[in-house]
């Protein structure tokens, strides 16, 4: 059986993932001398992970519903492979108990728990029922089988409002919708069940009361053997989320008294041995910040994304003993051996737009620059600059990981690093993360599940502008880059030939629909430079290249002064002591005049599927009415009229795939 007490050597293991967590998995197990077999789908043909592992498979399209979920095609690869276990990563088929089963029945290890336990914590509902049962506290809601609509809606009025109305079979945020009054309740529940078919497709729902003081989102790492011992690392703070789902997490929970770790710690043992348990899982908590009391939300029967910074506090290899776990062998220490040092965070890097209510974004990575790893900055990522983020999968790209010994020092550190980490190429949410290290009320610790929303005005600042200084170098590097007499790229046309004495040369640039003028004097190997008709300002410049890159580092008035270019394109993307900006050549007047006949508030603003039309060509709209329905990610956004109309045009037709920037209909007068 593959859940018995026998020990088995690993010698070659299955990674049934992509990205990030398969190199993970496969990092610990080079480390233990175990080899490692890949699958990858077509969009992941030249992935990380495929390169990394000692042998690679293919096991279909892009689509996880026709590669990385197809248990069938997996397992084919393991017979042909002869993997002795399977190590699921998180998401895909990590939380499916017909997959552990199926392993088993194959006399394959499944490096995880067993199926029963998946079963159990897998639905709300159950893992409900058995969390009181084993003296667990749980949050107030209506756990039962019964999904009549109108009968939900008389559970709903009797757990009251605010609450959340969750998918059974849920996670990651999918299938969920908060509903604050009665009169919102079925458009919520009939959202959150469509979702919930198209991620899980089970459209079960369970009903929680929503704590509208503020509540944390604390979690527990476990571990347990097959021989019934079961500890906790340390616990995570992860209340600060968006579309309830964590962007940036720490490690322990801060402002816990020693005798509230133990507490939440013990339970979450308890909720492990509860469902016998085995191998790496975490139990998630609602903390009550009034009355200082923990509410067992649900627990992930996996690895967590989040897992880096309980190693990086408790000095574990959380794979590791997974491994050694899933072996046979008993966990190596006891609970009082279980020590905790220092402080740790984890910012999650994502293609999204924060300032578009954090939409999902898809496309290459045209350049990537990420600080230097070391004993305290981890970078967990599986992309290169070169790669893509498809459209078809989560569009994290990294997990930044930093330790110091205290909570302040590893913010410090955290932002310091994130002014280090520069991507090309897609939109990111690095600048929003850079606020919110730097939010007093994150820094005071003062956080919860509506940290964003509460600061949603403080947290998103205008971007720092450049500094004239730094506009001025960045101006001088540009200038001596086109006329360094390199034919690498378009921008080393020279704008003159040689630099002579006094030479003045008068260009400019874009900021935006901003022009700005740029004259510069040169008297070797000092810059005189005029922006906007502005005084001069007075600096020395050199600069260095690397491919598209471009280095400048100058001093003006004994400052110095640094700048880093990116070219891309028609694109300058520049980067300044912590400010960034893009600069662009002048279009051309005849494309800019095409390319304003082009513009329409219809537009798609992210990739993905048409999920579902509302409106036929003829109907009379309203700003605001729902028109359509996009599927970007799993996640569902309305496209709603952007005027007053009668629409003239459908663009598509549900299913279809669209494009960022793609019409998607039209409306007349």
């Given amino acids: 059986m593959s859940h018995s007490h026998k020990m088995q050597k690993l010698s070659k293991i299955l990674i049934a993932n992509r990205g990030e967590i398969a190199c993970r998995v496969m990092k610990t197990a080079r480390k233990m001398n175990i080899k490692t077999v890949a699958v990858f789908s077509d969009a992941d043909r030249h992935s990380l992970h495929v390169k990394m592992a000692d042998e690679a498979h293919y096991i279909g399209p892009s689509p996880a519903s026709e590669s990385y979920l197809r248990q069938d095609k997996i397992l084919d690869v393991i017979r042909h492979t002869g993997a002795q276990a399977v190590h699921p990563g998180y998401g895909f088929l990590s939380e499916q108990a017909p997959f552990a089963q199926a392993l088993a029945a194959e006399g394959v290890e499944f490096i995880g728990p067993p199926a029963s336990a998946i079963a159990d914590m897998g639905s709300k509902s159950a893992s409900k029922k058995i969390m009181i049962d084993a003296g667990v506290s749980c949050i107030p809601g209506y756990h039962g089988d019964n999904q009549d609509e109108e009968f939900l809606k008389e559970q709903a009025d009797l757990v009251g409002y605010p609450l959340i109305i969750k998918a059974v079979s849920g996670g990651g945020g999918k299938g969920m919708r908060m509903v604050f009054d009665e009169k919102d309740f079925m458009q919520g529940l009939r959202s959150a069940k469509e979702e919930s078919i198209k991620a899980f497709n089970d459209d079960r729902v369970i009903l929680e009361r929503f704590f509208d003081f503020q509540p944390r989102h604390v979690e527990v790492q476990v571990i347990a053997d097959a021989h019934g011992n079961a500890l906790y690392f340390s616990n995570r703070d992860c209340s600060v989320q968006r579309r309830y789902q964590k962007i940036i997490e720490e490690a322990p929970a801060p402002g816990l008294t020693p005798e509230e770790h133990r507490e939440i710690g013990e339970m979450a ?12 899982g975490t139990v998630e908590f609602i903390m009550d910040t009034v009355e200082r009391k923990f509410y067992f939300m649900e627990m992930n029967t996996r690895l967590q994304v989040e897992h880096p910074i309980t190693e990086m506090v408790t000095g574990v290899d959380l794979v590791e003993l997974q491994l050694r776990v899933s072996q046979g062998e008993p966990l190596p220490f006891t609970q009082e051996e279980v020590n905790v040092r220092g402080h740790a965070f984890e910012a999650r890097v994502y293609a999204e737009d924060p300032d578009n209510n954090f939409m999902p974004g898809s496309g290459d990575i045209r350049y990537l620059s990420t600080p230097s790893e070391s004993d305290t900055v981890r970078i967990d990522t599986s992309i290169r600059q070169g790669d893509a983020v498809s459209v078809f999968y989560d569009p994290m790209i990294a997990k930044l990981c930093v330790w110091a010994p205290d909570r302040t020092s590893a913010l410090s550190l955290l932002h310091s690093k994130l002014q ?21 009320n994150f820094e005071s610790a003062d956080v919860h599940i509506d940290f964003i929303k509460q600061h949603q005005e403080t947290l998103f600042p205008p971007q720092p502008d450049l500094s004239d200084e730094n506009l001025a170098l960045t101006a001088v590097t540009y200038l001596l880059n086109s006329v360094s007499g390199s034919h690498s790229s378009p921008w080393t046309k020279a704008l003159f030939s040689r630099i002579n004495l006094h030479h003045v040369e008068e260009f400019h640039l874009m900021k935006g629909e901003t022009q700005v003028d740029f004259k510069i004097r040169c008297d070797a190997p000092t810059f005189f430079v005029s922006i906007d008709s502005k005084p001069e300002i007075e600096l020395s410049a050199e600069i260095s290249t690397d491919g598209n890159v471009i280095l400048g580092s100058g001093e003006s008035l004994n400052r110095k002064l640094n700048c880093k270019i990116v070219q891309d394109d028609n694109n300058l993307h520049v980067y300044c002591d912590g400010a960034e900006a893009t600069l662009s050549r002048p279009v051309p007047a005849y494309l800019q005049a095409r390319e304003e006949g082009k513009k329409d508030d219809g537009v798609s603003s992210a990739e993905g599927l048409v999920q579902k039309i509302f409106a036929v060509v003829g109907d009379t709209v309203k700003r605001g009415d729902v028109i359509l329905q996009i599927n970007v990610m799993k996640m569902l956004f309305d496209i709603t009229a952007h005027k007053d109309g009668i629409v003239s045009s459908i663009c598509f037709n549900e299913g279809d795939r669209v494009s960022k920037g793609q019409l998607l209909y039209e409306l007349e007068e």
């Fill in 269 to 280: 043992v308890k909720a492990a041995k509860a469902v016998g348990y085995k191998s790496a």
């Fill in 420 to 440: 280090d980490y520069h991507v090309v190429g897609l939109t990111t949410n690095i600048k929003f993360l850079k606020d919110l290290a730097t939010h007093p």
